[in-house]
């Protein structure tokens, strides 16, 4: 499975760069979609809610992998991403079982 952060540098950005490095994000979803469609996945998570400090967590790693910022503003374009493959997410992987 594809990690979904981006560099420390590019999550700073606000406006349209910042859309743009979230909607990589949103193309990653791709991934999960194609992960339902094979009988063996069991299941699959978003690794964290929040961004990280800039200033970094305990060891210096500082990515933007959350569902919001820092700030605890949502990315949208992201959550409804996630809303959209989560709707799904059985009925994928239920035709998986068929398939096979």
């Not at 490095?21 to 339902?36: F, I, K, Q, T, Y």
């Not at 961004?51 to 959550?79: C, H, K, M």
């Amino acid at each position: 499975m594809a990690s979904g952060g981006i560099d420390d540098a590019a999550r700073r950005q606000v406006g349209e760069a910042g859309a743009e490095h979230e909607m990589v994000r949103v193309g990653g979803l791709d991934g999960v979609a194609a992960a339902l469609r094979r009988r063996a996945v069991v299941g699959y998570h978003w690794f964290e809610h929040a961004d990280q400090p800039a200033q970094g967590r305990f060891d210096g790693e500082n990515s933007n992998f959350g569902t919001v910022t820092i700030e605890d503003d949502v990315y949208q374009e992201l959550t409804q991403a996630m809303t959209a493959v989560n709707a799904e997410a059985e009925a994928l992987h239920e035709a998986s079982a068929l398939a096979a």
